[in-house]
């Protein structure tokens, strides 16, 4: 039975992540800022995490590749990495490059986060038997199904096939929409009202995750195209109408 599980990074995920965990373990965790490691987890050093058998990574993707690299000569070969970013083609093939082979891999995306978490409500979380035993994933699908998250298997890659058509899309229109000017006015109808709650949850998180979402998803470039492309065509046709 797992009584204590590792958590590398506590920001703004890792907060939602560790309130999760702590329903089922001791949660041991690092961030390098320590002041993030609030007192009902235990602080622990990254050296005393790596030695534990179930270790979540929820640091940003821009340096996930960098700490898989760091600890890839530390970690307990017996130990099962799971991750938790917003895109998994890179971080899948990043830890399966560096960690020993004896290193379990599972490659998740919960698809909530700070802003749109609701214990109430029932959720969703990607997750990819990447290199893992049967006994251990089952394990992390049965303990996210007890609390109320529904679990979708699907490979890296097709995951960020679709994320780039969905929460890329998302974050993409809702930082257009603010730069744009979007703002609340006195004959707002329930679609306009949408847009602003979009803006306002998407401009949220820090820009350094949004520029990581789009630059490290590799499906990110079609989809640019795509809505460009459509943009193009609905501007165009009207054009056409006042032609006619």
């Known amino acids: 039975m797992i009584s204590s599980v590792g958590l590398i990074g506590v920001g703004r995920f890792g ?26 987890l235990t602080k622990a050093d990254l050296d005393d995490i790596l030695m534990l058998d179930n270790i979540f990574i929820a640091v940003p993707i821009r340096y996930f590749e960098a700490l898989i690299k760091d600890i890839s000569n530390k970690v307990n070969k017996k130990s099962t990495i799971i991750d938790v970013c917003s895109v998994k083609k890179h971080t899948s093939e990043a830890m399966l490059k560096h960690l020993p082979n004896e290193v379990g891999i599972i490659s998740s995306h919960p698809m909530f986060g700070p802003d749109s978490f609701d214990s109430k409500a029932r959720l969703k ?6 290199r893992v035993d049967d006994k251990i994933f089952n394990y992390w699908k049965t303990f996210f199904k007890n609390q109320n998250i529904n679990i979708i298997e699907m490979s890296p890659d097709e995951h960020d096939k ?4 969905t929460q890329g899309i998302t974050h993409l229109l809702g ?9 609340k006015t006195s004959i707002d109808t329930k679609g306009y009202r949408d847009l602003i709650d979009l803006v306002e ?4 998180d820090t820009w350094a995750l949004y520029s990581d979402l789009q630059l490290y998803n590799p499906y990110t470039n079609t989809m ?14 009207l054009k056409e109408k006042n032609n006619e």
């Open 162 to 165: 679709i994320a780039a058509r």
């Open 15 to 40: 907060k939602v992540l560790a309130n999760i965990l702590k329903k089922g373990f001791n949660v041991k965790a690092y961030d390098i800022v320590s002041s993030k490691v609030s007192n009902d």
């Open 224 to 237: 640019l195209k795509d809505l460009k492309y459509s943009l193009n065509q609905i501007e165009d046709k």
């Open 175 to 183: 930082r257009a929409l603010k730069n744009f000017g979007i703002q």
């Open 125 to 130: 979380m990607m997750m990819d038997k990447t």
């Open 201 to 204: 949850q998407t401009c949220n």
